[in-house]
Every structure is written in structure tokens, then in C-alpha cells.
């Protein structure tokens, strides 16, 4: 692919033997550089020594006739023969053409969300950032590049695929699925062709129930067992490194597909997600190879069970029953965290403050959906990326919730305590614990909102016309939230003070330890955190433990801080505080 982007820029910048466009003759070094290094990286995968030395030669020479300015004709032809050297060695066949139906509206909103900002929007290279950019982004209403008379929509496809070296132009591949690089190259051949030739829609495919989510299933599933495989051989040539660096490759392979099953199924995208990882992780620490081996089978076991998942058609029932799971599994816990807030504040004569949980969490859902929009709309974040902001917004989390968790325990006292709360605890408040609460609030939301909206969109594009059981779940699920908020409530309010201040407490420190082990996990699926896996350590997702001594230490210091507090609350200062409490009272 980057040699053919190499001869397409070597044919513009090069006529007779003259370089006529130095920044063209520039980026096809540049392609062609990148195609060599590529190659030496996976010229051990060849295992016929005379096609890999065939095929270094013929780069080599194709590096010298690029340097020596020959006719273009004698670039491409040996471009195409390196290119069927290469699909003959490792086994690939190169699709020139979409598998799905091309949709130019579909193109033109993936242009105008992430392209237009450097090529316009008429692709005349007048965006508001051409100005910053040096060299100046490509003008794509020129037919020398988007005509059909010109070019292929190959040509641009690749570009876009894989970027162009030491510009502004990324590689797409990084962002847009296939689907979504076919849609936005057709419609750019749009600005320099009044009646854009589309390629043949497959009848058959298109007619096929969820064709193109199961054919990107089936190539992704496909990709990823392959990628396991080669991880494997390269675990057992002793090359832990590589092995560990493809191990990684293959999970980010999965992350095409991983959200749409863990909408489906989250339990299984949980138990694929830790499978990656505890795989990664014991090639990283050079296990035995039968653990190793194991641990690979539970990956390609559950990932075909994601794959049957993911071409299995939900009906009204399947998705009232999703929609349903969806929102009262991610809003579960933030409804305990508010519901209990709320009650402290009555408990504690505080009703004027409960506007301050309100204001936090209207703000949490209101965050949510824009943090949602910037990630997936006009940031295109990875899932990988997704994680690493997950895993730092729960870091976060158990800070505050661990410290008003140690807040209300300290304020616990077995003796004048509903007097000390008349007379002090408006006070205290006002002065600053107040917008601490809002902030848990804020928090608790916020920490599952932005994913939560991320999940219904997945499961509104699974659905496609037949969204009828979506929104029946999401308000059913609503109800029984808001039947545990009243349940709370009610309830809490015949709890004695001291119980239910110590439950509070309890439930925040609770919500704290598991936040500590999943955001760690979190980070260490993000690359962010080393992984120490411990084979004697348990998996208990409801606890957020998992079996890595990294998320162990965390959880045991989170735990001993709470002791600790505890020990210091009621023995070391319960003598002098009982004092204190009569002398304020």
C-alpha cells in the first residue's frame, strides 16, 4: 500500500528524469522509507529465505531507481511486483474495492468532522487551520487528485489509510474503520467529479441480516486469532518481548469489536478484557508454557463466544432487556452514592444542601454527554485511550470518596451526637464540605455517564432500523433506579444516626475499593501500569480485584488507610474527643 502511494508521488514530482514537485519527489522517499522499515520487521515471518532475500533486493533496487530519477513506468512495475512477491509470501489478498455498500452522506459527515478543519469544506485546502500548516494541506477538488479520469479511489484510500509522513495528514486507519475510509474517499472524489463513479453494491452481502457488522466481526476475530498465534511462536522461540508486543497488538485488534460486546454481554467483555491482559502479562514475566498456552485457549474460547454474540439478532426483547441491563448496571451505583448523600443530609438537618447533590449530578449528566461527544465525534479516542481516561476519573473518585467516607466515620460518637448535629453540623457544611459533596455527586455520575451514553449509541448502530425495544428499557430501568432511591430514603430515615452514618461511610469506602482495583486495571490495559500478574491472588470483579499485584497493593493501602482511620477514630481519640464533644455541646 505505501509503495503504491510512493510511485503515485514519484510520478507527480518526477518528469524526464527532472524533480518538477520536490515536496512530492520528498514524500515518496519518505513512503518508501517506511515501506523498507516495515518490511525488515516482518521479513522473519517469511519462512522461504530466498523470497526474503528477493524481495530486499528488489526494494533496494526500486530505492535506486527512485534515487536515479527513472521513468515512472519502470517504478511502478517493479512497485507491482513487489507488491505480488509480498501477497505471495505472507498470504494476504489486498481488497481494492469496499465489501459494504458506499454511503456518500455517511462520507460527507466523517469529512466534515475531521477533514474539513485543513481541506475546507468544498476541499479546496482552505480550512480554517491551512494557514498553520506547513506544507499546506492537499487541494482535493484538484482532478489530478480525486478524478476519475486521474486516479483511482484506491489511490486516495491509501493516503487516508496510512497518512502521509511529516504532515498533518494521519493515518486514518488509526481512527475510522474501513467502512467509514471507503464512505469519506468517495465522497472527496465528489469535489472534482460532478457525477462520482460508486463501485457495485455486492446485492448478496448487503442483503444479509447485520452483513457488514458481521463480515468487520468475522475479519476481526480473524485478525486477532492470528495475531495470538504469531505471539505465541514468538513465546516460544523465546522472544518475550515481541511475543508480548503482538499480545498487545491482537487487543487492540479486539477493541474494534469489544464495545458492541460488552453492550451485549458485559460479563464477557470483562472476562475477555482481564483474559488479554492476564495473557500479556504472564508472557511479559516468562510463565510456563502450558500456563501460557491455557491462558491463550480462554482467550480464543471467549472471543468466539463474543463473535456467536455479535451475529446473534436481538429482536424487541433482546434490546428492551439490554437497554435495561445498561442503564441500571452503570446508573446502580451512582444512585446508592446520591440516594445516601441525600439521606445524610436529612438525617443531618441539612435540606437546604441537598440542592448542592442536585447541582453536582445535573452537571455529572451533563458532562457525560460532552465528554462522550468530544471522544467519539471529534477526538475519534480510542478504546484503549477511553480506558486510560476511565482509569484516571476513578483514581480520582476514590480520593474524594475515601475522604468523606473518613469524614462522616470521625464524626461518629456514641454520646450527644444528635445534639452535636443540631448545633454544628449546618456550620461545618457551609464552610466547604458542602461543595465536597456536590463533587462526589459530580463525580459519581460522571465517572459512568460518559460511558454509559458511549453504550447506547453502540447498541442504537447494532439495532439500525429496529431501535423499538431501546428506549421501553432504558425508562423501565430508570423506574427501578428510582425505586431504589426512594427505598433509601425511606429507609434511612428509621435508621438510628449513628448506624446510618457508619452505613454511609462504609458504602463510600466500599465504592472506593473497588473504583482503586478497577481503575488500576484500567490504566494497566491502557499501557499505563506495569502488570505483575499473581497467580495466588483472586479475580473478584465485584470487589475490583483482580489477580495482579499492582491492583493487590493499591486495594491493601486504600484498606489499611481505612483501618488505620478507624483505629485513630475510636481508640486513640475517642478519650479526648467524648471530652471535647461535652465543651462544645
Not at 103 to 121: D, I, P, Q, R
Request: proline content about 3%.
Amino acid at each position: 500500500m505505501m509503495l503504491n502511494i510512493a510511485a503515485k508521488e514519484f510520478q507527480d514530482g518526477v518528469v524526464e528524469g527532472k524533480v518538477v514537485i520536490p515536496a512530492e519527489y520528498e514524500e515518496c522517499q519518505v513512503f518508501l522509507n517506511q515501506a523498507s522499515e516495515r518490511f525488515s520487521k516482518l521479513s522473519d515471518q517469511i519462512t522461504n529465505k530466498n523470497e526474503s532475500e528477493t524481495l530486499n533486493r528488489q526494494l533496494s533496487d526500486l530505492s535506486e531507481s527512485i534515487k536515479n530519477k527513472v521513468d515512472s513506468q519502470i517504478v511502478w512495475d517493479a512497485v507491482n511486483n513487489i507488491n505480488s512477491q509480498l501477497m505471495s509470501s505472507f498470504g494476504i489478498e489486498i481488497n481494492k474495492s469496499p465489501i459494504t455498500p458506499v454511503s456518500l452522506e455517511n462520507g460527507k459527515k466523517v469529512f466534515e468532522k475531521n477533514c474539513a478543519v485543513c481541506h475546507g469544506l468544498s476541499g479546496n485546502g482552505d480550512g480554517p487551520r491551512a494557514k498553520e500548516l506547513d506544507p499546506p494541506p492537499a487541494v482535493l477538488s484538484n482532478p489530478d487528485l480525486t478524478g476519475d479520469k486521474n486516479t483511482l479511489a484506491y489511490d486516495n484510500f491509501e493516503v487516508i489509510n496510512v497518512g502521509i509522513a511529516n504532515t498533518a495528514m494521519k493515518a486514518w486507519a488509526d481512527v475510522l474503520s474501513e467502512t467509514q475510509i471507503w464512505d469519506v474517499t468517495y465522497y472527496i472524489r465528489t469535489f472534482s467529479n460532478k457525477e462520482v463513479q460508486l463501485p457495485p453494491v455486492n446485492k448478496e452481502l448487503a442483503a444479509m441480516e447485520g452483513g457488514a457488522d458481521s463480515e468487520l466481526a468475522d475479519q476481526v476475530v480473524a485478525e486477532v486469532r492470528e495475531l495470538l498465534a504469531k505471539s505465541m511462536e514468538k513465546f516460544k522461540e523465546g522472544k518475550n518481548e515481541e511475543a508480548a508486543e503482538i499480545a498487545f497488538d491482537a487487543y487492540l485488534v479486539y477493541e474494534k469489536i469489544e464495545s458492541n460486546i460488552i453492550t451485549k454481554d458485559k460479563p464477557l467483555g470483562v472476562k475477555l478484557e482481564s483474559a488479554f491482559s492476564r495473557y500479556r502479562g504472564e508472557i511479559k514475566r516468562k510463565a510456563p508454557l502450558e500456563r501460557v498456552e491455557e491462558l491463550q485457549k480462554e482467550v480464543l474460547l471467549d472471543l468466539s463466544k463474543g463473535l456467536e454474540l455479535l451475529k446473534t439478532d436481538l429482536g424487541f426483547t433482546g434490546l428492551f432487556i439490554q437497554s435495561f441491563s445498561i442503564i441500571v448496571r452503570e446508573g446502580f451505583e451512582a444512585i446508592l452514592i446520591i440516594a445516601a448523600l441525600i439521606a445524610f443530609l436529612k438525617k443531618s438537618r441539612n435540606e437546604t444542601r441537598i440542592k448542592n447533590i442536585h447541582i453536582g449530578a445535573i452537571i455529572g449528566i451533563l458532562a457525560s454527554f460532552l465528554t462522550a461527544y468530544i471522544i467519539h465525534e471529534i477526538l475519534h479516542i480510542s478504546m484503549a485511550s477511553q480506558e486510560v481516561l476511565e482509569g484516571w476519573i476513578m483514581l480520582v473518585t476514590v480520593v474524594i470518596l475515601f475522604w468523606v467516607s473518613y469524614w462522616l466515620i470521625s464524626n461518629i460518637d456514641n454520646k450527644q451526637w444528635q445534639k452535636y448535629i443540631n448545633q454544628k453540623m449546618s456550620g461545618a457544611l457551609s464552610q466547604g464540605n458542602a461543595f465536597t459533596l456536590s463533587a462526589v455527586a459530580f463525580i459519581s455520575v460522571y465517572r459512568e455517564g460518559f460511558e454509559t451514553v458511549l453504550f447506547y449509541k453502540a447498541l442504537f448502530l447494532y439495532a439500525g432500523e429496529s431501535t423499538g425495544g431501546i428506549i421501553p428499557g432504558f425508562l423501565a430501568g430508570c423506574i427501578l433506579l428510582a425505586g431504589v432511591f426512594y427505598l433509601i430514603n425511606h429507609l434511612g430515615m428509621r435508621i438510628p444516626i449513628k448506624w446510618f452514618f457508619g452505613f454511609t461511610s462504609g458504602l463510600l469506602y466500599y465504592m472506593a475499593f473497588i473504583f482503586m482495583g478497577r481503575g488500576i486495571h484500567e490504566l494497566q490495559m491502557g499501557e499505563q501500569f506495569s502488570m505483575t500478574p499473581a497467580e495466588s491472588l483472586p479475580s473478584i470483579s465485584w470487589l475490583g480485584m483482580y489477580p495482579t499485584w499492582e491492583t493487590f497493593i493499591g486495594q491493601f493501602i486504600l484498606l489499611a488507610a481505612f483501618v488505620f482511620g478507624v483505629i485513630y477514630t475510636f481508640v486513640i481519640k475517642g478519650g479526648s474527643s467524648s471530652k471535647q464533644l461535652k465543651q462544645e455541646t
